[in-house]
Structures are given as C-alpha cells and as structure tokens.
C-alpha cells in the first residue's frame, strides 16, 4: 500500500488524482497545492506551491510518498522532477530539458524538422519588421503562435493579414506575454478536424491513449477567442483509425526516439495536438503533459489500474493499459463570465448533491464558509458517458439547465462535430 503526492491544482489534477485513488494498492493521494472541491473526492490538500520545490520535496520524504505525479507543465519546466531526482525521489513526468518540446515552440519545431515529423510550414521571429514583411507575403488565414508558454492563449488564429500583424505587434512590440513572446512562430493554417493524441511514455517506449478532441474557442460554433478548453470528448468517431494509427507511427514514436537522440529522454505524458488534413495528420502542437480538459474524459475510460501503469512505466516494466471501446465520454467546462478576459470571483457554485451517473471535476474554486465559490476562469467540468456522443450531450445538457449558472457560462455544442459528420 502507498501514498502518491499530485502537483498541481486544476481539473487536470483532480481527474488524475482521483484515478490514483481507485487502485487498490493506494492508501492517499496527497495534492500540492490542490483546490478544496478535490476533498469531496477524498483527496487531501496541502498547502504547498507548486513553485516550491524544497518544500515539496521536504513533505515527499516525511510523508514516505512512493511517487509524485507533475500535473501541470510550469513545474516541469521550472525542473521540479530534476529536482525531486537529485533528491532521491521518483516523480512521473518529463525533465526540464525534454519538456522544452512544449516550453518552446520553436524548439519543437527543431525537432520535428530534424525527425521528419509532419507539421506545418513554419518560420520562427525575433524581429517584428521581418515578421510582418513574412505575413504579408504569405496572406491570410495564417497562425500566430508565442514561442513560449501563454496558458493556451497565445495562439492567434488570424482571418486577415491584418490581424496577424496586430497580434505580432501584440507579441513582439507590447510584449503581452513577456519572455514567453519575445520570439513568434509564424505558421500556415491547416485545414481539417483537430484531435488530442496522448500516450504514456518512458523514452522510446509508447503508449497511446484513446484520442480525444478538445473545444478551444469560448463560445458556440468555434466564434470567440481561445481559451484553455471549454469541453472535450473521447473517442472521436469521425477521425477513422488509420489516422491514428498513422500519427502514432509518423508522429509520437519519432518524437519519443527522436528526444532520447537528443539526449532529452523523455518519461511522462506526452500530448500531441493534431490535425487530421487530407495528406494525412499534422502536429499543430506538443505538450509534455496531460491535456485539460482531455483528461477529464480520457481517464474515465481507462478499465486498467492507473497507478499500476505509472509504477510501471517508472520501474521499466510492461504496463497493462486497457480502454473501455463502448460509447463515449463527454465533458463540458463551465466557466466564469468575461473568461478567458477579466472575470468576477466569489460567485457560490451550485449544489451538485443530485448529481447521479455524472461526475464534476473542480478547477477554478476556492471555499467560503463552508461552501465552494469560483475563484478561476475555468470553474468545474461535468462529464458523463453514453453510448453515442447525442446521448452524452443530452444527459449533460439537461442536467446543467436545472442548475444555478449565474456569473458562468458553458458551450452549447461540445462533440457536436461528432453528430454532424
């Protein structure tokens, strides 16, 4: 029997942390710093930043936890498995040197370029004189991304010429994301349905995950401006499974081998945001991490022992990874008013107490007197599973109207690309 510490505090976490629990070996799982919705789930909090790597490791050792799972790419990219490594400790996720494949687009770009990884046609920008004489050559619809990382909003899908240059100009004259957008990747825009590739990696070893398709856009109709995820699905019944099969061969095998060439192994979740065009799937984006809000309907289908699969992957032993294939599991965000903009925070959550055959994953929530209230731009995620994603919806849907939304809003059409295909 163990003890697991979860870094991190969103509904990413709480999804991972509760599948943690479910195995039999697992006595506690502890989250750093965690959000107090997770306790309904008989997580336990500690008050620990993310950011506070001594601290961690400190808790780690006197609480004799097996091993620590990095939810979020902040710390991996800070170093905090490096450090829980140098510290005699086991963490599950990348080093700081292979999660640069999400800290750096540019970087990822590198990798793909050099391993024949199929991506866009892409140039990379200091200099927004250059950049701006580079969008105006190629016209529009053209993409505009941050090199490094934006909280999944620096990501500027531009319709004009236009506003390509507004967003360059956003990036690299007034600095909006700092660091993070000194330097652009300028990049054509592809056509086609995205998906959410995910697998459990330990270098060369792979392990696809069930694909998922997340909703970026805030509101109905992909209209409005990017946000960290609105709802997601899993399977995606209109991707055929030749795609995948394909993007696992040509797109997650050669990152995985391609980062142990660099001498950048990596261990962790590795994620790959695709697109599926005519000539086959593209990566529009790597992550080092678990998606979110993909985890929230990926992890529920997993039929074998979650945290059997880690020790696993950490020990160099074959994991046992089995799906349920029946269905479909969906999940819809919502979300506080003004979000991914401004947003109002203390607003008293609804009173899931009649929630039956559905679950709610806490992100963006703190407690008042007893009582949760928002405290976040993504505040909770209801999902359920059905035998067609129309059932899904319809359970889901339903059962949000009969709660008090005031000061959140939801999509209306998570999976509905699934229907109208």
């Not at 086609?192 to 970026?216: C, N, T, W």
């Not at 950048?264 to 086959?280: D, M, Q, S």
Request: aromatic content about 8%.
């Amino acid at each position: 029997m163990k003890k697991l510490l979860m870094i991190g505090s969103g509904g990413r976490e709480h999804a991972i942390a509760r599948k943690l629990l479910e195995s039999p070996t697992v006595t506690t799982v502890y989250c750093a710093p965690g959000n107090p919705g997770m306790t309904r789930d008989g997580i336990e909090l500690v008050s620990i930043s993310e950011t506070d790597h001594t601290s961690l490791i400190q808790f780690a050792k006197g609480q004799e936890i097996a091993w620590t799972f990095v939810g979020p790419e902040v710390p991996l990219l800070n170093g905090l498995v490096d450090d829980f490594e140098a510290a005699g400790l086991k963490a599950f996720g990348p080093r700081k040197d292979a999660a640069l494949i999400e800290g750096s687009k540019d970087f990822a770009k590198q990798l793909m370029n050099n391993y024949q990884i199929p991506t866009a046609a892409h140039e990379t920008f200091h200099d927004f004189k250059a950049a701006k004489a580079y969008v105006e050559a190629q016209g529009a619809p053209i993409v505009i991304k941050a090199d490094g990382l934006a909280a999944g909003k620096g990501v500027v899908v531009a319709e004009t010429v236009a506003e390509a240059v507004a967003a360059l100009s956003d990036m690299l004259e007034a600095n909006r994301f700092g660091a993070s957008g000194a330097r652009v990747v300028v990049e054509e825009f592809l056509a086609g349905e995205e998906f959410s590739l995910l697998a459990f990696v330990d270098q060369e070893r792979v392990y696809p995950m069930i694909i998922a398709q997340d909703h970026k856009r805030a509101f109905d109709q992909d209209r409005g401006p990017n946000t960290g995820g609105m709802g997601a699905y899993a399977p995606v019944p209109q991707i055929p499974q030749e795609m995948v099969t394909t993007a696992i061969e040509t797109i997650l095998k050669p990152a995985a081998a391609g980062l142990v060439s660099e001498g950048r192994p990596f261990t962790g979740i590795l994620y790959a945001g695709l697109i599926a065009t005519e000539t086959g799937p593209k990566v529009i984006e790597f992550n080092a991490r678990f998606g979110d809000p993909e985890t929230q309907v990926v992890l529920p289908r997993l039929t074998s022992d979650f945290a059997a699969i880690i020790d696993a992957l950490l020990t160099g032993k074959e994991p046992e990874i089995t799906w349920q294939t029946a269905g479909v599991t969906l999940g819809v965000v919502v979300a506080a008013d003004g979000y991914p903009g401004e947003y109002a925070k203390g607003q008293t959550l609804p009173d899931f107490s009649g929630l039956k055959d559905l679950t709610v994953t806490y992100a963006g929530v703190a407690e008042k007197n007893g009582q949760l209230v928002t405290n976040g731009g993504r505040v909770y995620l209801i999902e359920g599973s059905a035998s067609t994603v129309a059932e899904a919806q319809h359970k889901i849907y339903s059962y949000l109207e009969t709660l008090d939304t005031t000061g959140t809003f939801y999509r209306k059409d998570i999976g509905s690309k699934a229907i109208q295909v």
